[in-house]
């Protein structure tokens, strides 16, 4: 850094603390009384207005057995000081109240299986420590929660699908097993063996839409066998493909989370597949270097 630069401000004015001081002073007539005041010990505040006093450059306060008062620096110190508090006091009001309306709501986009299986239980324990903060649910897949994000729509994101998507952070807050199920009445629900995964890739599924979670997971994992075959029905939503299941159209990879009524039931049947590990991480997700606060940092917190 050059030597002809300027100090910086900071460094030659007093911080908030000492003009806080200061004014107390003035006010009070001792600075043992605006030490009290402000909490601090008698010693720490003559420190500090010798601090000050150093720092300006001229004597602000006059000491004797009767008090402390101001001298004519002092005095005109404190005017200017008087300024510089109100509106330091103007900037917190104003900070307090743009936190009030931020506060005020939250806005989640989340992927399908997340919105409907997981997230009710985190909102209903959110609306217990935040009753004031009004709750927006975005709901699509995996690729739309990142674009919400990235656009500003929306606070807080969770997605399921491999990776952090590109422009994000993300942690980890569960994990999930999909799992390949079919109807009772289907085939491959009298089998003995684990279907192979290569059968599983030649057959046509029932599959979530591109750009989800689930349907990542399973390009990537069947990659090595072919790659998937074309859609036997393509479905935006994993209620609709649980239920094209339930009513025999085929088969599908579903989210466990999603399908455990079924299974208990018997209206669905868990087809193991040898050799496809089928388990990811649901994260959520915020825009890049922009760590949540307020209701979206309460929300992360309690998906621990």
């Known amino acids: 850094m050059s030597a002809d630069l300027p100090t910086p401000l900071a460094h030659r004015v007093p911080d908030l603390g000492a003009l806080e001081l200061l004014l107390a002073v003035a006010r009070l007539g001792s600075l043992g009384r605006a030490a009290r005041e402000l909490g601090i010990t008698q010693p720490a505040a003559s420190g500090r207005v010798r601090s000050m006093e150093r720092q300006l450059g001229v004597a602000l306060v006059e000491r004797s057995p009767r008090g402390s008062r101001l001298t004519d620096a002092g005095v005109l110190v404190t005017d200017w000081a008087r300024r510089v508090v109100e509106a330091a006091e103007a900037l917190d009001a104003g900070a307090q109240a743009l936190r009030g309306r931020r506060d005020s709501r ?45 656009a500003g729509e929306a606070d807080l994101g969770f997605v399921e699908g491999l990776d952090v998507p590109p422009g994000l952070d993300g942690a980890v807050v569960a994990h999930d097993r999909l799992v390949l199920v079919t109807a009772p009445g289907h085939p491959w629900a009298r089998r003995r063996a684990p279907l192979a995964a290569s059968e599983l890739a030649a057959t046509p599924l029932i599959l979530r839409e591109r750009g989800s979670g689930t349907r990542q997971v399973l390009d990537t994992a069947l990659a090595s066998y072919g790659g998937l075959a074309e859609p036997l029905l393509e479905l ?24 455990g009524e079924e299974l208990a039931t018997r209206r669905l049947v868990e087809i193991p597949v040898a050799d496809l590990p089928l388990r990811r991480a649901l994260r959520a997700v915020w825009p890049r270097g922009q760590r949540p606060t307020g209701p979206a940092r309460d929300l992360l917190g309690l998906t621990r």
Request: avoid cysteine; hydrophobic fraction near 55%; glycine fraction near 8%.
């Open 236 to 259: 935006a939503s994993t209620t609709a493909a649980k239920a094209a299941v339930v009513s025999g159209a085929g088969p599908s990879v579903l989210s466990e989370l999603a399908i």
């Open 106 to 150: 939250l806005r989640v986009a989340a992927s399908m299986t997340i919105a409907e299986y997981l997230l009710p239980g985190w909102l209903i324990a959110l609306r217990t420590e935040r009753p004031g903060t009004a709750v927006s649910l975005l709901a699509g897949n995996s690729a739309a929660v990142a674009g919400r994000l990235l």
